[in-house]
């Protein structure tokens, strides 16, 4: 039987690093990373010595049913993103379900998320949320995809780039998601995590001195999903 292991990666400390993420690649047949320089500095830190293939955004479709095959072929593959826990919103999304199409068992290997860490710590309701990936780019499909989740009334928290944090909150300034606040998590649990807690128009006056760092966006559910 062959396994692919979704290997949990820090997400900005070492610290939070599991144990087990080194057992798992030491024992490894095959290990897949997301970028050369991220997965080669993780495994020196390791102290394992091993090849590594990649896999990410610039992998075609053909690589990724060649990379499913060879699955088969080895007892132990190791998936591991940059950071966090692979499947969410990286390359290890396309390859999770092509995985299970060609018989491998996939298994996680439990460890930090930002999207968790991030939708803890709002103070929001964490039951229902909607998970929204990354935004589009565009403005205009941004709005709509913002419209219709906010629709919902439940509890949402997205990705985003630092470059495009400034540009978010003005459109959350302009359609205006009401009386529902906005939780904005940055470089989490690195030495220079920030977060900012309020509404999106006050937010988005400030967004000049936010930092550029990774951030997570939480926003708060409608008042009827509120616990009392």
């Known amino acids: ?3 692919l292991y979704l290997v949990s990666n820090s997400i900005g400390n070492d610290l939070d690093l599991p144990p087990r993420t080194k057992q798992l690649l030491e024992s490894a047949d095959w290990i897949l990373g ?3 320089r991220t997965t080669s500095t993780l495994l020196k830190k390791l102290g394992i010595n091993k090849d590594f293939d990649l896999i990410n955004e ?3 479709k053909k690589e990724m049913e060649e990379i499913a095959s060879k699955l088969r072929s080895k007892k132990q593959t190791c998936l591991i993103s940059d950071s966090g826990s692979p499947g969410l919103e990286d390359p290890g ?7 299970w199409e060609v018989g491998v068992v996939v298994r996680s290997a439990p460890g930090p998320t930002a ?3 991030a939708l803890t710590a709002s103070g929001f ?6 998970f929204l990936g990354f935004l589009p780019k565009e403005e205009k499909d941004r709005e709509l995809k913002l419209k219709q989740y906010l629709a919902l009334g439940s509890t949402l928290a997205f990705y985003e780039t630092p470059y495009r944090t400034k540009h978010v ?11 529902r606040r906005v939780f904005l998590n940055l470089g989490i649990s690195t030495d220079s995590e920030v977060s900012y807690r309020g509404f999106a128009k ?3 006056q400030k967004s000049n001195g936010i930092p550029k760092l990774p951030p997570v966006f939480v926003i708060e559910e409608k008042k009827e999903f509120r616990k009392r």
């Not at 999304?93 to 995985?99: C, E, T």
């Not at 309701?125 to 909607?130: G, L, N, V």
């Not at 909150?169 to 009386?179: M, Q, S, W």
């Open 125 to 130: 309701a964490t039951s229902p949320f909607s």
């Open 93 to 99: 999304k396309w390859l999770v379900p092509l995985a």
């Open 169 to 179: 909150l003005e459109t959350l300034a302009k359609i205006g998601p009401g009386d």
């Open 1 to 3: 039987m062959s396994f």
């Open 34 to 36: 997301e970028e050369f």
């Open 115 to 117: 999207l968790i860490s």
């Open 202 to 204: 006050d937010l988005s």
């Open 58 to 60: 610039h992998s075609t």
